[in-house]
């Protein structure tokens, strides 16, 4: 079953994200600092570091969620400060740690993107987001039902429900335990695999990065400090 | 027993002011046994209190021959006050003052102006001043608990938040069922005193309409009346702080800038 429905991207290297000079910073605090790179499209990417590095804060910069203090983002070549939020969010996805399914059934999740911009999703596509994530039938469920794997699952079947470009992946594994992590990473691989929406996956633990990525940044105090394959980054 | 030891109008005043604050402090006593700590907050308020409501008894009496406009600064004095106190319940949220401002202004202000213009209150300085600060110090509690509640559902509510927005949600859209929430709670009271008038409390208002000789059927409707202004005002004030704050704690780029502190 496909994750990617009728939307699937165009197979090409191009960069489809661009962050120049890229900082933030708060009163007495320096979170991201000075950040470039470019993610290709189809790209598997993972942005690794100690606790409190910056990995969480430079994410959330890529989808407009913070504001930059320096720099910027170009998202298929258009600076990302002239793109409606709504839009640029919808073009650029975000599973977060923890799943924060919205009170109602596993459907209306998964409606929720789409509606937001006028739109309903078929109840095919519902069904097919559902059984590209291992949950067919459980469109009529609700929520408050689901185990933390099973809710995880949901929250990244709701994500893809708006054909996103780029997928931003926060820890989504964190919270889960051995079996429900192995669920979601499966999950994660076969976007990669499939080349779907590029992949930008935060994570602190480095075997999951060199399983899933094609490619990792190691953040130290909120500084790119390696940027190459995994097996280089992680391994040096 | 107050009575028996003093004489004096003054003096009785305050030994009754100090039995009233001994209960008042009473109970502060025993949410310290709870590890609940009122103490200071309540000390500074009942003297504050104390002052202020002294204070414009001593105004009322100079301005009792004093023209009736004045009457429009007074309220707006007291509007602005009531802005500055409830700004305190919206601790970290973005211009809480003039949001509260605006709103009282708008949710008492107008009931005043609209009931005075139909007769229903009195122009004199001696009715208007006091049926008016009612008003608004009832949309100013309705006020601080609007935003109260709202700033303790989004501050709990961070990711629920963000998710929709990550999601391509508008910022209003976002935080929509906060905002309900809070206009909902902070009307709690003004609906109880309407349900429970008569019954549960028959307000001082009353008391003193029939103390002045006025028909005890005509006291009773009066109270409704005003019972039902401050249901208005406070309902209108809250309508107007809720909508306005949904869009101060969201950045033009619709992120949510109301976050927990670090």
């Known amino acids: ?176 335990d051995d079996d429900a992590k192995a669920e979601v990473e499966d999950l994660i691989h076969r976007v990669a695999r499939e080349r779907g929406p590029t992949c930008v996956l935060v994570t602190h633990d480095t075997a999951q990065a060199a399983r899933l990525a094609s490619r990792a940044l190691l953040i130290e105090a909120g500084r790119i400090a390696r940027d190459g394959p995994p097996q280089e980054v992680l391994g040096a | 027993m107050l009575k028996t030891l003093f004489h004096g109008q003054l003096q009785l005043g305050l030994a009754q002011a100090a039995a009233a604050a001994l209960a008042a402090m009473l109970v502060v006593l025993l949410a310290r046994r709870r590890n609940i700590h009122l103490e200071k907050e309540l000390l500074i308020a009942m003297v504050r209190g104390l002052v202020q409501i002294v204070a414009v008894g001593s105004i009322l009496l100079l301005l009792l021959r004093a023209p009736d406009w004045i009457s429009v600064f007074l309220l707006a004095s007291m509007m602005v006050a009531a802005g500055a106190t409830s700004r305190r319940r919206a601790e970290g949220m973005p211009d809480a003052f003039r949001v509260s401002t605006y709103s009282i202004a708008c949710g008492a202000g107008s009931v005043i102006a ?46 629920e938040i963000e998710t929709a927005l990550a999601l391509g949600a508008d910022g209003n859209s976002s935080v929509a069922p906060y905002v309900q929430a809070s206009f909902e709670a902070s009307l709690i009271p003004a609906i109880d005193s309407l349900r429970s008038l008569g019954i549960v409390w028959i307000p001082g208002l009353m008391a003193g309409m029939l103390l002045s000789g006025a028909r005890p059927l005509y006291a009773a409707i009066y109270q409704f009346v005003v019972v039902a202004m401050i249901f208005a005002a406070s309902g209108l004030t809250s309508l107007t702080s809720t909508l306005l704050i949904r869009t101060r704690v969201m950045s033009p780029a619709e992120q949510l800038v109301l976050r927990p502190k670090n």
């Open chain 1, 1 to 176: 079953m496909s994750l990617l429905g009728t939307q699937r991207p165009l197979h090409s290297d191009a960069v489809v994200l661009r962050a120049e000079g890229l900082g933030r910073s708060v009163p007495g605090k320096i979170l991201v600092a000075d950040a470039t790179f470019d993610i290709r499209r189809g790209e598997a990417l993972a942005i690794v570091g100690p606790s409190g590095s910056g990995k969480t804060s430079l994410l959330r910069l890529l989808n407009r969620l913070d504001e930059p203090t320096s720099g910027t983002v170009f998202l298929d070549g258009t600076d990302y400060r002239r793109i409606a939020p709504r839009d640029l969010r919808r073009r650029v996805g975000m599973v977060s740690q923890r799943p924060y399914l919205f009170p109602g059934t596993v459907a209306e999740n998964l409606r929720f993107g789409p509606l937001q911009r006028g739109e309903e999703l078929p109840a095919d596509r519902v069904d097919d987001l559902l059984a590209g994530v291992g949950l067919a039938e459980y469109a009529a469920r609700n929520v408050a039902n689901l185990s933390g794997g099973e809710a995880q699952r949901v929250s990244f079947a709701r994500t893809l429900a708006n054909a996103p470009e780029v997928l931003l992946l926060d820890e989504p594994t964190s919270a889960l």
């Open chain 2, 114 to 159: 609209l009931m005075t213009w139909l007769g229903v209150i009195d122009t004199p300085i001696t009715t208007l001043v006091p049926v008016g600060s009612m008003l608004i110090a009832n949309a100013m509690n309705t006020n601080g608990l609007a935003l109260n509640r709202f700033r303790s559902d989004v501050l709990a509510h961070v990711g």
